[in-house]
């Protein structure tokens, strides 16, 4: 899947070339408490052990002392809530009682195990929250059951306003699952309605999509885009993460039109272990990418106790090439074409175990997006929206699409 909280790669490189992990997913636990129609993890009994997560831990403070970065956990999983007590707690009161610096935690989970006295223990250590949800009880049900086929939104519908006394600027993080696409809208009105105002949405790109499923999702962003405008039209914006990192690309794709300029050739890009940010299985092998822990070990780049193996960053670098990474209907008559990026390596790998095609599905997502961006700037670019222009083009009065 695209993570919405895919950790950031630094540019202050050691003498490899390469700068040191400083940030990492702590993968407590492959085991999880639901059993997901889109999940990718390998769901086998392997945990982490308090010693091989304090470790790990070190592991990053070390670092950080050689490259003055702030280090970075998030527990991951499976579901990490279930190492709650074995991990998460005596490791965040370490942190915060005897480490004493800057060190930035959160957890990304599915929320079934949450409770308040959690959270405010999370609130008091500060540590962030990502909670993984669908959508509303007919979309969760069926996206994200339990593993005897019950469905979680009736455990989960309580908690969704607890969550958000204690996380009020969350983000609602949902995968869209082909089957349920067609309640796509109503789950992005859902999200609203609960409270949410960020909101990511990103669909399953390794199932088989109909042209028809394809139609659906396109129907439903095509209703969100239109609700986008109505709200801005009364002061106010609904933010789609997706669909927010969009705008600023029409800029950057009107400018490599007038300039001609081709895609750039990317020297640090995540999930490829060129940048600061990685995965920590729990035996505390690295990973350069979190999807990656339980799937190939191509992205294998070292283990705490021996630290990053710079050949194995450097071989798993070279194998992607930004300038010729390709993707649906070899990228023809396609928008991005000049300021590709290539996508979610990782995504890439475990499509077709090639880190430079894209999977269609990511392609026609991001298509789709892209036409419904334009057409919003065309319509309240037109219109001369005041707030529209003041989030996403204050320091462009050019708001029209272009090529």
């Not at 610096?101 to 959160?106: A, E, I, M, W």
Request: aromatic share 12%; glycine share 6%; with cysteine.
């Amino acid at each position: 899947m695209n993570c919405e909280n895919c950790l950031g790669n630094n540019t202050n490189s050691s003498k490899s070339g390469f700068p040191k992990i400083t940030s990492a997913f702590f993968i407590l636990t492959n085991q999880c408490n639901l059993k997901c129609k889109y999940c990718f993890v390998n769901q086998n009994v392997e945990r982490m052990s308090y010693q091989t997560a304090l470790d790990a831990t070190n592991f990053l403070i070390e670092n950080s002392k050689e490259t003055g970065y702030t280090p970075n956990i998030t527990f991951f999983g499976g579901e990490p809530l279930l190492e709650w007590d074995s991990v998460i707690v005596p490791l965040t009161k370490y942190i915060r009682n005897e480490y004493k610096q800057q060190f930035n935690l959160s957890i990304t989970s599915n929320c079934v195990l949450m409770t308040e006295e959690k959270l405010k223990f999370m609130k008091e250590n500060d540590m962030g929250l990502l909670f993984s949800i669908d959508g509303d009880k007919e979309t969760q049900d069926f996206n994200r059951p339990f593993h005897n086929g019950k469905g979680s939104f009736d455990v989960l519908k309580d908690k969704i306003p607890m969550i958000l006394r204690y996380y009020s600027n969350m983000t609602f993080r949902a995968t869209i699952h082909r089957l349920t696409a067609k309640n796509t809208f109503h789950n992005i009105k859902f999200a609203v309605e609960q409270g949410y105002n960020n909101m990511f949405f990103t669909p399953n790109v390794f199932d088989e999509w109909t042209e028809e499923e394809k139609s659906k999702l396109k129907e439903q962003v095509n209703l969100f885009a239109d609700y986008f405008i109505e709200n801005a039209r009364q002061g106010k914006i609904v933010h789609l993460n997706n669909l927010d990192r969009i705008f600023p690309k029409i800029l950057a794709i009107n400018n490599a039109y007038s300039k001609n300029l081709d895609r750039p050739l990317l020297s640090h890009k995540c999930g490829l272990g060129t940048g600061s940010g990685a995965s920590i299985s729990p035996d505390g092998k690295i990973y350069a990418c979190q999807e990656m822990v339980t799937n190939d070990d191509v992205f294998l780049i070292g283990d705490i106790y021996d630290g990053e193996d710079m050949e194995k960053r450097k071989e798993l670098a070279s194998l992607f090439n930004s300038q010729k990474v390709y993707g649906l209907n070899d990228c023809k008559d396609c928008k991005f074409d000049k300021i590709c990026d290539g996508g979610c390596v990782a995504n890439n790998y475990l499509w077709n175990k090639d880190l430079n095609k894209m999977p269609d599905m990511y392609c026609f997502w991001e298509q789709i997006l892209l036409d419904e961006a334009i057409r919003i700037c065309n319509v309240l670019g037109s219109e001369k929206n005041e707030i529209f222009k003041n989030n996403y083009f204050h320091n462009n009065s050019n708001v029209i699409y272009r090529r």
